[in-house]
């Protein structure tokens, strides 16, 4: 038995509460099970009971052997001294037991839950998704309100953290959405280094130099120190020269770390995606106001219908000519930068300025859009879970990756569901 298993046990009353005694022979019943602490002290708060017919209000504590509570010192800790029930598994030491009230409960748990929960924590060793073969006994509306559930989850940590770029920059929002969309541009792979390269440079220089592409990528390869010292081509040159000046001009300072290559399309190198970035602030399609001013999400699709610069028609990279290929950003990646950029911006808005209008309007453009594509997607689909939009996929790739692969089936809605059965 584990501790954590045990809590879930206890939260969620999977045992059997008919005539409940002490291990000295009290009738218990339980009034309410408390609230689940997660700081330190003991493992439930503001528990309520009935001891003998004598009503108490306090903490309980969880131990998967009653001899636990003298391993861990609770006894002189003061944070204990409110605890009013010992809830164990076995009792191994019944002289406690006569002193603190003790619940015992590995006779009135379900061997059939012990066992599924077994079998999900043996399979989570070896598959991803640890429940794949039970799937199907859970219903669409299960799913839909733990979708949904999730769905808000990843929404209020992105916005969080677009809030938390806010007041890194003081509240001013053109400057934070700055640094915030250059993430999404650079994707897993660099998005925290274009992030770097996007604080090293002011916003306000950008806009200054807005007129001239060939300014704002020199700025921007410059700093993530792709421009070479020397090349044999014109334009490479020009870059570099205008990057000397500029960087000298704006005393920009040095951006350490380096971009990541491996396993990359070329379309999707970070030449190429810092180039279509330089194009998407020349458009003035970048700014802030410019997408709290989209009112559908394919308004928003609209600003990113951007192509690099000319040079690029005819390069992945700065030292290599290629054929003849313009590069459009493709419409995974402007979905992607509308998921991932563009609505947490709307949805930090509306919380933060309580514009509530702009979360709605975040969570309709999840509604309405497509569900993204992508190899996690598709096996959340062969196993029959439904992904009809972009909100799905956003909550089914929140769940792998914070709840199956951090096996955390004890925490969410479709694991406590499969316990139940």
């Not at 003298?70 to 029930?85: C, E, M, S, T």
């Not at 219908?305 to 040079?311: C, D, E, K, S």
């Amino acid at each position: 038995m584990q501790e954590k298993l045990l809590q879930f046990i206890w939260q969620e009353r999977y045992f059997d509460g008919n005539e409940l005694f002490t291990e000295t022979g009290e009738p218990l019943v339980v009034l309410d099970t408390g609230k689940l602490n997660r700081h330190q002290g003991p493992d439930f708060l503001d528990a309520r009971l009935l001891i003998d017919g004598t009503q108490w209000a306090g903490n309980i504590e969880l131990h998967t052997k009653s001899s636990y509570w003298q391993q861990h010192r609770h006894g002189p800790d003061p944070h204990y001294r409110n605890v009013i029930l010992h809830v164990v598994w076995e009792n191994d030491d019944r002289q406690l037991a006569i002193r603190l009230p003790t619940l015992v409960l590995q006779h009135r748990v379900s061997s059939i839950m012990l066992h599924r929960y077994g079998e999900l924590m043996n399979k989570a060793g070896s598959a991803i998704i640890a429940c794949s073969g039970l799937l199907e006994l859970v219903p669409e509306t299960q799913w839909l309100h733990w979708k949904s559930d999730l769905l808000h989850q990843r929404l209020m940590k992105k916005a969080a953290w677009y809030l938390d770029g806010c007041r890194a920059a003081g509240m001013d929002w053109n400057k934070a959405t700055w640094h915030w969309i250059a993430r999404q541009f650079g994707g897993s792979g660099n998005g925290q280094f274009f992030e770097q390269v996007a604080r090293s440079i002011d916003w306000k220089i950008l806009v200054r130099h807005r007129q001239h592409l060939e300014q704002l990528e020199a700025l921007l390869l410059g700093q993530a120190g792709l421009l070479p010292e020397d090349s044999p081509d014109q334009y490479v040159q020009g870059l570099k020269r205008e990057y000397d000046y500029l960087r000298s001009k704006y005393s920009l300072p040095v951006v350490f770390g380096q971009v990541q290559k491996l396993r990359m399309r070329p379309a999707a190198f970070p030449e190429v995606r810092l180039a279509q970035l330089a194009a998407l602030i020349r458009d003035n399609r970048s700014g802030y106001a410019r997408f709290l001013d989209c009112n559908t999400w394919q308004e928003a699709e609209q600003l990113f219908h951007i192509a690099a610069g000319g040079f690029w028609n005819h390069h992945y990279q700065l030292d290599s000519i290629t054929t003849f290929q313009p590069k459009h950003l493709g419409s995974e990646m402007i979905q992607s930068l509308i998921i991932n950029g563009i609505i947490p911006i709307l949805y930090a808005t509306g919380k933060q300025l309580r514009q509530h209008h702009f979360q709605a309007r975040a969570l309709q453009w999840l509604h309405d859009m497509p569900p993204e594509k992508n190899q996690v997607i598709a096996e959340w689909e062969r196993l029959g879970v439904s992904c009809r939009q972009a909100g799905d996929s956003q909550a089914l790739l929140d769940l792998r990756k914070n709840y199956c692969l951090a096996k955390r089936c004890l925490d969410c809605a479709i694991g406590k569901y499969l316990l139940k059965r």
